[in-house]
């Protein structure tokens, strides 16, 4: 079953734009995932943020975490075309199962 | 360090037929797991391996089986293919803290399946 679920479903922007991906959860989580994957590969594991934990930055993403709310958001500033990819959100609720949601396609043209 | 390593990268069954897919996660990575990805469906978990013992299951029927290895290498078996197995079959391996939690997952680059 989908524990993430991510908006938008597809996103287009330019190169150098901001783009914004959010996630919603529904039960009580250890920590959250964010994962990229370029067409038909493998799922690249971008940044993790603890169920303490507020916001993180790394390089260009900035990941943010309420858990009032269940949500997650993943910015990725200054948007280049190697960014395009599906992007995914995960949560680990006990100690070992990673659930995803089904992602957001992100199209960045030149 | 080496990635975590799935062969074969495709493969191509029939129906009825079955199969076995491997994969060698990243060395000192006990837990390992596996996940079918359809475009209809998404990223389903299918279960957990972690010191030989299955930990977790996804909600797979029972044409679907695995196993751990020793040396953490995992396998896992589709009896009785159905057009609808037809999937990238995706690995992860995880190292495991103190307290268990696993940590983040790699990923191998997955197995494309097609059942005819």
């Known amino acids: 079953s989908q524990q993430g679920e991510e908006d938008p479903q597809a996103l287009s922007i330019q190169e150098g734009e901001n783009a914004t991906m959010n996630c919603s959860y529904k039960?009580?989580?250890?920590?959250l995932q964010w994962y990229r994957q370029n067409s038909g590969r493998g799922l690249v594991h971008l940044i993790l943020?603890?169920?303490?934990?507020r916001e993180k930055h790394s390089g260009r993403l900035r990941v943010t975490l309420d858990t009032s709310k269940k949500s997650s958001s993943l910015l990725i500033t200054a948007s280049r075309a190697a960014d395009t990819a599906s992007y995914f959100c995960?949560?680990?609720?006990?100690?070992?199962?990673?659930?995803f949601g089904k992602g957001t396609m992100l199209l960045v043209s030149p | 360090k080496a990635g975590v390593t799935q062969t074969p990268r495709y493969l191509i069954k029939t129906r009825g037929q079955q199969v076995t897919l491997s994969c060698s996660p990243i060395?000192?990575?006990?837990?390992v797991s596996w996940y079918q990805q359809t475009p209809g469906q998404g990223l389903q978990f299918l279960f957990e391996?972690?010191?030989?013992?299955?930990?977790n299951k996804g909600n797979f029927p029972g044409r679907f089986s695995g196993r751990q290895f020793s040396n953490s290498r995992s396998e896992m078996n589709v009896s009785t293919l159905e057009l609808g197995d037809s999937a990238l079959y995706l690995c992860?391996?995880?190292?495991?803290?103190?307290?268990?939690?696993?940590?983040?997952?790699?990923f191998g680059q997955g197995t494309r399946l097609t059942v005819v």
């Open positions: 060395s000192g990575h006990r837990s």
């Open positions: 995960a949560t680990r609720e006990g100690y070992s199962t990673l659930t």
């Open positions: 943020i603890r169920s303490n934990e």
């Open positions: 391996y972690f010191s030989e013992t299955q930990r």
């Open positions: 992860a391996s995880s190292r495991q803290l103190t307290g268990g939690v696993n940590t983040e997952a790699f």
């Open positions: 039960t009580s989580i250890n920590n």
